[in-house]
């Protein structure tokens, strides 16, 4: 069973500050709106077909992390989790990105604790020394064009043999896309949340 987005990833007291995870590129904030509500119930439909359990204590990175939607997405269904986020946040996907704006979306969720960000370009850096054991992105990997494939590659050398990642894009190629990941991943499960404007899918991926 798929639970639900719980209620304050997407709203709080009225009288209390909200997360502002930002609108993205040729969109509209309330269009933003709905597609991340999509999309985080698509990534809880994904979180369910993984071996952890939501009280383990997952280490989690969310690769081109944006404001942090995904990573407080990710700490609310794993509730002891620790999850980095690193963007460059330079990107024109994302309006009014900005190290300091996902630090503050944490913070108003309550998940600075287990929450942090960092600035890293998952083209340049290295975090295969760093024991994660799940991978998430959400709308990154098609940004960089054919480059995309050397990150599938990156990706994969991070992974240790028990690590997982859950990739949710905008597959334009899908075949290309595929053909390549199915090579050097295994594809356990494909996930469709719906979203109109985009051939979105969510990937869940495991060391072949």
């Not at 990706?155 to 905008?170: C, E, I, R």
Request: charged share 25%; with cysteine.
């Amino acid at each position: 069973m798929v639970m639900k987005v719980s209620g304050s990833l997407r709203r709080t007291r009225s009288n209390a500050r909200k997360p502002d995870f930002g609108t993205y590129h040729h969109s509209t904030p309330k269009r933003s709106e709905r597609s991340r509500a999509l999309v985080a119930q698509g990534f809880l439909e994904a979180f369910e077909t993984l071996p952890f359990s939501r009280d383990q204590e997952v280490e989690i990175m969310d690769l081109g992390c944006g404001l942090g939607f995904l990573s407080c997405v990710c700490a609310k269904f794993y509730r002891r989790a620790r999850v980095t986020g690193i963007d460059t946040f330079q990107h024109a996907s994302l309006k009014g990105s900005s190290l300091e704006k996902a630090n503050e979306n944490a913070r108003i969720l309550g998940l600075s604790e287990r929450v942090h960000f960092e600035r890293g370009d998952i083209l340049a850096c290295d975090y295969g020394d760093r024991g994660f054991d799940l991978f998430v992105s959400n709308l990154v990997f098609h940004n960089l064009g054919r480059r995309r494939f050397g990150a599938y590659d990156r990706l994969l050398s991070w992974m240790g043999p028990n690590s997982h990642a859950l990739l949710g894009d905008a597959f334009r190629e899908w075949k290309g896309d595929v053909k390549r990941l199915s090579n050097i991943f295994t594809i356990e499960k494909e996930i469709d949340p719906k979203i109109s404007w985009a051939p979105y899918k969510i990937l869940v991926l495991s060391k072949a």
